[in-house]
């Protein structure tokens, strides 16, 4: 009998030190089938944002920042994948200030459920403007064409926030592009540098709304750079993209919305590249936490 407990004990020792670490509690645990790299009892207290209160900027409670402001929006708009709760505020710590960069497919991999959300709400929304044109006398061809455009929706470009050079030499690698990244390798949509940060702001913890806002104002622009424009160019015209067809679909990266000073300030330069290279341009957000 103490032979078989001894055994079993043995057994269950090398089952122990034979499953994965959890790369959110760092502990050796069973792996959920959902998200890989997160154990079961990790995965099943994520706090996903499933269904967005706002339909400005994501939040599944109610926003009073989007409520009181009369000042247009220059996003579509922001859908985040969790809330950003203690758990989360600790994960993305170990990710984008402590260099954990084994975090990046797995938090790409969440990101991904707010882009599947994103499109799903796209492909309704044009589902029902092409209802709301059946009884009007619209083109044959021009109706097909937006019944195509509701089954297949899909962004253009991702175009990642960009940081500081101080940042960037502070941490070694940007956050945002290596999420559009992860996200450009499940989706294949492309990425692409449109935009450049024009001088360096002091951390956003601690500030105020307005604060943030007024340092964000002028912090982006875009990229003018010939290699760059030549590759949108290129995109536009492989996308068979005709002036007063289609607006481009892009959507923005980051890590995580707050005010959404930093995700405005950036949709406010990339109508204004896009608008100086002839396009027009729908632009959306994708974060990976809403706080």
Request: glycine share 6%; hydrophobic share 35%; aromatic share 6%.
């Amino acid at each position: 009998m103490k032979s078989l407990m001894s055994w079993v004990k043995q057994a269950r020792l090398l089952v122990a030190v034979s499953l994965p670490e959890c790369q959110f509690c760092l502990k050796k645990a069973a792996p959920s089938p959902e998200l890989p790299g997160v154990c079961r009892s990790c995965y099943q207290s994520i706090p996903w944002i499933r269904t967005p209160r706002c339909q400005t900027c994501g939040r599944p409670v109610g926003c009073p920042d989007c409520s009181r402001s009369h000042s247009p929006v220059p996003i579509r708009c922001n859908r985040s994948a969790v809330s950003y709760t203690s758990t989360m505020r600790e994960i993305l710590g170990q990710y984008k200030y402590r260099g954990n960069e084994r975090l990046t497919p797995i938090l790409g991999l969440m990101l991904d459920r707010a882009y599947a959300m994103l499109q799903q709400e796209q492909r309704e929304r044009h589902r029902s403007l092409t209802r709301s044109h059946q009884g009007r006398s619209t083109p044959f061809s021009l109706f097909k064409r937006k019944q195509r455009l509701s089954a297949q929706w899909q962004a253009d470009l991702l175009v990642p926030v960009p940081v500081s050079a101080a940042r960037l030499a502070e941490r070694g690698f940007n956050q945002a592009e290596q999420l559009a990244g992860a996200l450009t390798r499940r989706r294949g949509v492309p990425q692409l540098p449109l935009l450049v940060r024009t001088h360096h702001t002091a951390k956003q913890s601690f500030k105020s709304r307005s604060e943030r806002l007024a340092d964000m104002k002028h912090a982006f622009t875009g990229n003018t750079d010939s290699a760059v424009l030549q590759t949108l160019r290129s995109h536009v015209d492989a996308s068979s993209l005709q002036p007063g067809q289609r607006p481009l679909q892009i959507v923005l990266i980051d890590d995580i919305y707050t005010t959404g000073s930093t995700i405005r300030a950036c949709a406010e330069a990339l109508q204004q590249l896009c608008g100086s290279q002839g396009y027009t341009a729908e632009i959306y957000a994708l974060t990976w936490a809403r706080s």
